[in-house]
């Protein structure tokens, strides 16, 4: 399985080589043009070097560059520490430099082949008036083989060594696929009456319950065996990497089923940037390009973790049907109580599909009634609960209030907002 790793390594490096040389011409002919005075070719040229170099360029992990927010109309300074490192994960923080008091958050992001950048947005958005930790996953080419593996339980296990660090004041949130490992992970940690159970915990846009409203992703994994995903979707991780001979589900198979989902719209896009940018249009071609910076750095996923999760998850559906069995340990959302749940889904998401993730009420069925709560917005797809200006505007301020109505439920005092955000609408138990 080593072949297809080395091959498609060896391809981008001769595709890099090859057209460097197109980069470097379409350069020239945009300076010659523009020295010329000939402003509509000078574009031209650079419009298709730009697009070329993007085409055979490596994206590697981009960055949070999060260095500042703005709270009460004043700047405050944010630093990135990592407080808690383990093998496939670190909990990163961004400590602000204030001394206020508000709801600690956990954002957890999903190990799905972006990085935990990808929720950016959601950390942003929080930063003001939250004290946000998030857990950045490690692409597991630069994971030793002998750290050990990386199965679904782990994913859990490692869910509350992070509550167990950060105390039981805390809100988890759990993006996409991350809602599976989170609850049950939370569930456990109720059964086992786990001093560290969080206040809350908000799952957004994930597959609790598959069945209930099938999609794309859904139907795919039924549709073809274990073997099949054994057989394509796994490879070696070559030689120059520190995870040389790990198993794993490299990024660039991924990006290209990514890609498959909406070739339309990608195809849209890039058609619009090179338009943009021969147009002198560059705030526009710059949001696009914005997004694709993170959207085509991919990173490797454990082998054990994704066959598991294909497996349990969209094939036999074994949290809903109560037989999940993480870390020789059962999981039953039953045995919740303490801990409120807020379920967040988008009409327009095509990846989990309304009704999967609302799931979890009925799983959480000793959980009093004043401790559930689920929004539905309309307009969003899967991105859009997490990312852009319905998220900011219409999805995290009701995340907000959600999470301070459970702090002080819980006796805990925090900071009061200052008059200049924007109101916090209610939020609803699920019909």
């Known amino acids: 399985m080593f072949a297809d790793y ?20 379409y350069g020239a002919l945009s300076h010659q043009a523009k020295f010329m005075g000939l402003q509509s070719a000078s574009r031209e040229f650079e419009a298709a070097r730009q697009m070329i170099e993007r085409g055979i360029r490596s994206y590697g992990k ?24 383990k093998p496939y994960c670190n909990l990163l923080h961004f400590e ?22 990808l929720l950016r947005g959601m950390v942003e958005a929080l930063l003001p008036h939250h004290d946000v930790y998030i857990t950045d996953w490690i692409n597991a080419r630069d994971v030793s083989p002998q750290q050990g593996g990386f199965a679904l339980g782990d994913y859990a296990e490692y869910v509350k060594d992070f509550l167990h660090h ?31 159970q969080p206040l809350s915990m908000t799952l957004m846009g994930g597959p609790v319950d598959a069945r209930a409203n099938p999609t794309k992703v859904t139907k795919f994994a039924e549709r073809h065996p274990m073997e099949w995903f054994e057989r394509n979707a796994l490879s070696n991780v070559p030689y120059g990497h520190a995870g040389f001979g790990q198993v794993v589900y490299p990024g660039f198979k991924q990006l290209t089923g990514f890609m498959a989902m909406n070739p339309e719209r990608h195809n849209r896009s890039h058609r619009d940037m090179f338009n943009h940018l021969r147009q002198g249009d560059r705030e526009s071609a710059a949001k696009i390009m914005a997004f694709y910076d993170e959207y085509l750095a991919v990173m490797d996923i454990p082998a054990k973790f994704y066959l598991e999760t294909v497996d349990q998850v969209f094939k036999r559906h074994l949290l809903p049907k109560g037989k999940m069995i993480l870390s020789n340990q059962g999981v039953d959302p039953g045995h919740v109580r303490k801990t409120a749940l807020l379920t967040v889904e988008g009409g327009k998401d095509d990846i989990s599909a309304v009704g999967q993730t609302a799931a979890a009420h009925a799983l959480c069925n000793n959980l009093a009634p004043e401790k559930h709560f689920s929004f539905v917005h309309p307009d969003v797809g899967h991105y859009g ?5 319905r998220w900011r505007n219409d999805i995290m301020p009701r995340l907000a209030a959600f999470f ?15 008059a200049d955000s924007r109101p916090m609408p209610s939020i609803s138990a699920p019909r």
Do not use: W
């Open 62 to 85: 981009p960055a949070f560059n999060l260095s500042k927010t703005t709270i009460g109309g004043a700047n405050i300074a944010v630093r990135e520490d990592v407080v808690l490192k």
């Open 6 to 25: 080395t091959l498609y390594e060896a391809g981008q490096s001769a595709l890099r080589s090859f057209f460097g040389a197109a980069v470097a011409g």
């Open 385 to 389: 609960i997490f990312e852009g200006r």
């Open 96 to 117: 602000r430099d204030t001394a206020r008091h508000d709801p600690k958050v956990l954002l957890v992001a999903p190990m799905s082949g972006h990085y935990a950048t």
């Open 166 to 196: 950060m105390g039981p004041d805390t809100h988890v949130v759990a993006v996409c696929q991350s809602v599976v490992p989170v609850l049950a992970g939370i569930a456990q940690m109720a059964a086992n009456d786990d001093p560290a």
């Open 404 to 418: 301070r109505k459970h702090g002080v439920d819980n006796r805990l005092k925090y900071d009061e907002i200052p």
